[in-house]
């Protein structure tokens, strides 16, 4: 099992940026592959990015391509997602998931264990 805790959000201007930051307990914290989702009122949840176990493969939503990064750093057992030129659309309550599957995976159900969220406010 893996607890998840997520920072790094607030609110930013159109054009800012925010680095989130996932937390990660447990030795075995390479062992997963890693994503990310948010969730906008009024909306169901959606992937954002995925990270496989050892870092070497990422997936990106379509609307976050080229804007966003998603990266691993095992030894401090912690996933990070870099947030670019934010839009007014990227507002959502961001989580963190860990997969016991290895590779990068972008579909809601190949996750086991989340984080509580933080949100993330982006104003025109």
Not at 66 to 84: A, E, H, P
Request: aromatic content about 10%.
């Amino acid at each position: 099992q893996v607890q998840l805790v997520e920072s790094g959000g607030g609110s930013v201007q159109a054009g800012g940026s925010l680095r989130l930051s996932c937390a990660a307990s447990g030795h075995t914290f390479s062992s997963y592959s890693m994503g990310w989702f948010r969730q906008a009122p009024g909306k169901e949840r959606e992937f954002v990015a995925a990270i496989s176990w050892r870092g070497g493969s990422t997936v990106y939503a379509d609307s976050v391509k080229g804007r966003f990064t998603i990266s691993r750093d095992n030894g401090k057992n912690t996933v990070y997602l870099q947030m670019n030129s934010l839009k007014p659309e990227d507002t959502a309550a961001y989580c963190c998931a860990a997969s016991i599957l290895l590779g990068a995976r972008p579909t809601l159900d190949a996750y086991h264990y989340w984080g509580q969220g933080t949100q993330v406010t982006v104003s025109s």
